[in-house]
């Protein structure tokens, strides 16, 4: 890891600065503008997840490397109610809150790497990579 920084996610101000800072730090390591799009959109629906069903939390931005290639380290942990059903979550138009149930899975085709643990009664973390 080159460098990280950890953001507090509570409100809809959290959520703006999160994606801000997601795409400062994208231009910084030379994503392209695409590429920038793809990382500040997942951003933002991985926040507001963290916002809206887990409580608030926090994401951890992180600059890394695997030989030749850098990327972008996103990690979303809350302490939440943790998601009972990780798979069905997964699933395009699932929705817990009425929502059109394209965050997960919208986050996950993304980015080129993504992870999420839950456990009932203690949160969840997704982590996401994408690649320069």
């Given at each position: 890891?080159?460098?990280?920084e950890?953001?507090?996610?509570?409100?809809?101000?959290?959520?703006?600065?999160?994606?801000?800072a997601?795409?400062?730090?994208?231009?910084?390591?030379g994503?392209?503008?695409?590429?920038q799009?793809?990382?500040?959109?997942?951003a933002?629906?991985?926040?507001?997840?963290?916002?809206?069903?887990?409580?608030?939390?926090?994401?951890?931005?992180?600059?890394?490397e695997?030989g030749?290639?850098?990327?972008?380290?996103?990690?979303?942990?809350?302490?939440?109610?943790?998601?009972?059903?990780?798979?069905?979550?997964?699933?395009?138009?699932?929705s817990?809150?009425?929502?059109?149930?394209?965050?997960?899975?919208?986050?996950?085709?993304?980015?080129?790497?993504?992870?999420?643990?839950?456990?009932?009664?203690?949160?969840?973390?997704?982590s996401?990579?994408?690649?320069v």
């Amino acid at each position: 890891m080159l460098r990280s920084e950890t953001l507090p996610l509570q409100s809809s101000d959290d959520i703006v600065r999160a994606r801000q800072a997601v795409r400062a730090w994208a231009v910084e390591i030379g994503f392209r503008l695409v590429d920038q799009t793809k990382i500040v959109t997942a951003a933002s629906e991985l926040s507001r997840n963290v916002c809206d069903h887990g409580g608030g939390g926090v994401l951890r931005m992180e600059v890394v490397e695997d030989g030749e290639r850098k990327g972008l380290r996103l990690t979303f942990e809350d302490k939440g109610p943790g998601i009972p059903d990780l798979e069905l979550a997964m699933k395009d138009g699932y929705s817990t809150t009425g929502g059109l149930g394209l965050g997960l899975g919208g986050a996950k085709r993304l980015v080129n790497e993504f992870h999420i643990e839950s456990a009932i009664g203690k949160g969840t973390t997704v982590s996401v990579v994408k690649w320069v």
